[in-house]
């Protein structure tokens, strides 16, 4: 066969493969990460909060860390989702426990310095828990824990303990008793009534339109069908691709036969002079 067509045939063979390289890269270009190096449960409130404002959202290995989760949206949807994500703080800032605060600090820490470490892990261990209830934005639990003196005569100073708890809709998640309950059983000597709650409200979002639309190239479509078309559409240039394939090897096979009677008929030309 002649160079030249052997090159062309080489060159249209790569077609389907290029086909199916470009759908590929439609499909990954549509997903945009919004956040990453997350713990499940922070990728999964986040899932919740996207679903609620109708942003289509999927949850995901990330790739860059191990053992950590991201959440990826559609390209048409990334500024929605930023939005929700500012409006509901996410994701949340992990606060440090006492265990977190354990061991941090100079090589031979003073006894003050080892108390104000501990102190700032019982109000992370705390935060933690203020914020792990479904509706509760941020929480901020101030300790005045005073340090064992065993040189101060008298009684100990009271220990005291302010909260500050930001949370969704009219409504706190949590009722003021039940967070001074809370917060009071965890810090020895601690009393009820020695826990002040301050609740900061803020305006639950407006519920996102029905009829939204998002774009998957030039196609306007329901935001909610825009997963289902991008499917559709990497299976049918992937079905073209196969077909383009199936063509293309049978036209191959085609030119060689020819090819090969040519030969053939030339080589009994040749034998009859």
Known sequence: MPKTNTLRLRGLLDVPRVGIALALLTLSACAVPVAAALDEGDANRILVALDKARVDATKEVDPTTEGKFRVTVTRDDTARALSVLRDEELPRPRPSGVLD??????????????????????????ERTLQSIDG???????????????????????????????????????????????????????????????????????????????????????????????????GLMALVAGLAAATLALYVRMARLRADARGSGSGDARGRV
């Open 101 to 126: 605060a354990v061991g941090k600090g100079a090589l031979v820490p003073s006894q003050a310095a080892e108390h104000a470490q501990y102190v700032a892990g019982l109000a992370g261990d705390l």
């Open 136 to 234: 509760v934005l941020s929480a901020r639990v101030h300790l005045n824990v005073q340090a064992p003196d065993p040189l101060h005569d008298g009684p100990p100073a009271k220990t005291t303990a302010s909260v500050l708890l930001e949370h969704r809709g009219a409504s706190p998640p949590l009722a003021p008793d039940a967070i001074q309950r809370l917060v009071a059983g965890g810090i020895s000597g601690l009393a009820v009534a020695d826990v002040a709650v301050v609740l900061v409200s803020r305006p639950a979002p407006a519920p996102a339109s029905e009829s939204s639309l998002g774009h998957v190239g030039p196609i306007a479509v329901a935001r909610g069908s825009m997963r289902a078309l991008q499917a559709s559409l990497i």
